[in-house]
């Protein structure tokens, strides 16, 4: 490390500048008026550690829900599409669909059959009262009679079923939304076939209520014991980094992926309205225990080639440049440091001087 040599004049009015001289090691840095650098201690502070994890966002599965229709058929007069935001009850698109007609005759059919069970019973009864039938021919009239009102039953509710009203049939079915909220994922289009039996898709639509939503990240197993289910969690998006959000904890996986040796640890946090699907955040954990950590003035961390340094007292008139990890900033113009020194150490308060003299040379 070089220095720079400054000629002092008495008329300058001030002591002169210390020579910075290079020692051959790129980590020190010799000077001849050590004293004109003050030093300060490293006080000591119990903080809980971190745990930085990176994750991305996910619907919550509870809130997801599909929209099926169990008769089969032709879609048409589609009135909504992926991303929208429909509300509960809204009319999403109609069937065209021959269950229906199937299951409307087969419903008059059992209307038919139970109007002349119940007159073979009435008959029956009115015959045994006269004696010209015997109370065994009475009873099978009456089961006859009561099957047919549970296959009208029956028929009847296919029908409610697959939506249709008895007393105003129509081969054409209209869907509407169970849930409201936004429509994830779409399956069908115009003259699509839908339907549970049919080839296309059982599922027409999903829709997920995203006013609450899951935020799953990778923890590494070492990591893991440091955290509990419960436990909150600062969450930082890349899309918006000055607007925090916290969530909290509702799930530690209990299988590891078996080449990652991480565990997927599921965030649960309320959706503020820019929170999308698939979006990348980091998760910031605080530990349950409390380590001790060095903190000195911010003015002594040096900032060079983006890493940071501090510079402690070495024997023979030197300083030692040591690399340091910054954590949080504290009040009063403090760095929290969560390694590299030790608390007790000391170091130089302010690195003004020696950041100068380095970036000179």
């Known amino acids: 490390m070089t220095a720079c040599k400054k000629e002092f004049k008495p008329s300058d009015g001030a002591p ?211 955290l509990t289910v419960g436990q909150e969690a600062k969450i930082k998006l890349n899309a918006y980094p000055d607007k925090p959000l916290t969530g909290r904890i509702s799930d530690i996986g209990p299988v590891l992926d078996p080449s990652l040796r991480t565990a997927k640890v599921r965030i649960e946090i309320a959706n503020p309205g820019m929170l999308r699907l698939g979006m990348f955040v980091t998760a910031t954990f605080q530990s349950t225990t409390k380590n001790k950590y060095p903190v000195v003035p911010a003015d002594a961390v040096l900032h060079l080639h983006d890493r940071d340094w501090v510079f402690v007292p070495a024997p023979g008139q030197k300083f030692q440049r040591v690399e340091v990890h910054p954590g949080n900033m504290l009040p009063g113009n403090k760095q929290e440091l969560l390694s590299g020194i030790k608390p007790g150490q000391q170091v130089v308060s302010n690195v003004l001087q020696l950041e100068a003299t380095l970036e000179a040379q």
Not at 115 to 131: M, V
Not at 184 to 194: R, S
């Open 16 to 226: 002169p500048s210390p020579e910075v001289v290079p020692t051959g090691d790129m980590s020190l840095v010799s000077v001849d008026k050590p004293d004109q650098f003050p030093l300060v201690a490293a006080e000591e502070q119990e903080a809980p550690s971190e745990l930085n994890a990176t994750g991305s966002v996910f619907p919550d599965v509870s809130r997801e829900v599909p929209v099926i229709t169990l008769a089969n058929g032709r879609v048409f007069n589609l009135k909504t599409r992926l991303d929208d935001n429909v509300k509960k009850g809204q009319f999403l698109f109609s069937i065209q669909s021959p269950d229906i007609s199937s299951a409307f005759n087969a419903y008059l059919k059992t209307v038919n059959d139970e109007q002349l069970a119940n007159k073979a019973y009435l008959r029956a009864e009115d015959l045994f009262k006269h004696g010209a039938i015997s109370q065994a021919m009475v009873e099978q009239a009456e089961d006859s009679e009561k099957n047919a009102k549970a296959d009208l039953t029956g028929a009847e509710e296919q029908l409610k079923v697959l939506g249709v009203d008895k007393d105003h049939p129509s081969p054409i079915v209209d869907v509407h939304a169970p849930v409201s909220g936004v429509i994830i994922g779409q399956n069908v289009t115009n003259a699509a076939a839908a339907g549970v039996s049919l080839s296309g898709s059982a599922t027409a639509f999903t829709i997920a209520d995203l006013s609450t939503v899951w935020i799953l990240c990778d923890v590494y197993e070492n990591d893991i014991p440091k």
